[in-house]
């Protein structure tokens, strides 16, 4: 984490007042309203106050988006460049997140309800990061020979796949942007982008950066709207030839139908997750695994599709790790984001704030016991608070530890035996992280193998 770039509140509050925010989709070079005249409001999750109006694309702004990208696609303004050049060009934009750190976290902010320590500190560093790596990977792509009969030349040639649709959360813009835009940019695609409708200001303003860069015009778009409308007609566009989605796993199999449905487009997912940490009656350092379990599960407000919502622990130490974990509690102070001080920001949406609470009532229905948390709370800011909250007594068959809460939420499941951790964490139709806490490394290899 970069210390030095964090802002004082008072200077972030001052910098709010200077802030020119980007609010239009990004096609070809340019900033455009939708086609439709439609704009919708996005809102400061720390307040539940409007930011901003921004351009509310539909279909037609997605045709025209895809029309530019594959017009960048066929022409080789960007593919034929040589792949020193399409490094040097995304060298100088990573640079320039970098240089532009603050704005873009202060931007961040305010739209996602992300800690500014988090978005200054951490995510635009890791989202030039990525960039950065992706474009040192530019002139590093080898073919290959194949073998081949006598008087022939079998070589394996690595192309671009043309125009690249990308759908994105809203957790982390930023980064996940990156994660999109990194590859497929620097491999010669061009990209079409569409934002969560809840969280478009940041990447608006970090494609206007690539523009400046040098970055082609068509060769980055960015349509604004809500997912059902551009998301579709990304998925469902005939000339886009892959698509890159991240979010839950039933707008995913969405995703794997409109590409069924339309041209069979390369599908890329990465999905949702109830990821187990488990926990062996062997530790010591309570302090330490309690540290540990906490930022699996409380980091951005638990709004993490990898997070370890479900804490699966030995009963001989359960009781001693539950007050570890409250103890640590005192280091996740929840406030106002702009403040430097602040570990847990806002939920991202009033919205999402009552799906989380609904979670936390069903489990008090279905005889889960709260041991802290669970009310919503900093009421008097209008923002959508919740503060850590630990579920003790939790079976997993329980609707909380069944289904993605995303939210700061934290299921405590007993065991007794190493068969019966590894059948709780493999008994979730999810897969996509796990952790586990042992001071046996033979239990360790094994438990590892073995957690799916």
Not at 340 to 349: Q, V, W
Request: proline letters at 6%.
């Amino acid at each position: 984490m970069t210390e030095t770039l964090i802002p004082k509140m008072d200077e972030s509050k001052a910098a709010l007042e200077r802030l020119r925010l980007r609010t239009q989709s990004f096609i070809d070079g340019g900033f455009r309203d939708a086609i439709s005249g439609r704009r919708f409001v996005t809102e400061n999750p720390a307040t539940g106050q409007p930011i901003a109006e921004v351009a509310e694309g539909g279909a037609p702004d997605v045709d025209a988006a895809v029309a530019a990208a594959r017009r960048a696609a066929d022409d080789g303004r960007w593919s034929r460049r040589s792949p020193g050049d399409r490094k040097a060009i995304l060298v100088r934009w990573a640079d320039l997140i970098e240089t532009n750190a603050r704005e873009l976290g202060l931007i961040e902010t305010i739209d996602a309800g992300k800690p500014i320590t988090d978005t200054v500190g951490l995510d635009m560093p890791e989202s030039a990061t990525c960039i950065r790596w992706h474009a040192e990977a530019a002139d590093k792509l080898y073919g290959q020979v194949a073998p081949s009969p006598e008087g022939t030349v079998a070589t394996i040639t690595r192309e671009p796949c043309g125009v690249v649709g990308a759908v994105i959360p809203w957790n982390y813009p930023a980064q996940m942007a990156a994660w999109k835009l990194g590859p497929s940019l620097a491999t010669g695609n061009t990209v079409v982008i569409k934002p969560a409708s809840t969280t478009s200001l940041s990447l608006l303003r970090i494609a206007e950066l690539g523009s400046e860069a040098g970055l082609p015009d068509g060769v980055l778009n960015v349509v604004t709207g809500p997912g059902d409308v551009v998301g579709e007609a990304l998925g469902r566009h005939p000339d886009v030839d892959c698509l890159a989605f991240t979010g839950s796993t039933d707008v995913g199999r969405r995703f794997l139908l409109y590409a069924a449905e339309s041209n069979l487009k390369r599908v890329l997912l990465e999905l949702g997750g109830k990821s187990p940490q488990v926990v062996f009656g062997d530790v010591t350092d309570f302090e330490s695994v309690a540290a540990n379990v906490a930022v699996a599960i409380f980091w951005n407000m638990g709004e993490n599709c990898s997070a370890g919502s479900r804490l699966i622990v030995h009963r001989s130490v359960k009781d001693r790790l539950l007050e570890a974990v409250q103890a640590e509690l005192a280091n996740w102070p929840v406030g106002d984001p702009l403040d430097p001080d602040t570990k847990i920001g806002a939920l991202i949406s009033r919205g999402h704030m009552e799906r989380v609470l609904r979670y936390v009532r069903v489990g008090r229905e279905e005889g889960a016991r709260v041991v802290t948390g669970g009310e919503r709370i900093l009421e008097e800011t209008g923002g959508w608070f919740v503060p850590p909250t630990i579920f003790d007594g939790v079976r997993n068959d329980m609707t909380i530890a069944r289904e993605e809460i995303f939210g700061p939420v934290l299921t405590v499941i007993e065991f007794d035996t190493e068969a019966e951790a590894v059948a709780i964490a493999n008994d979730t139709p999810y897969g996509l992280a796990a952790s586990l806490y042992t001071e046996n490394l033979n239990v360790a290899h094994r438990v590892a193998r073995d957690l799916r």
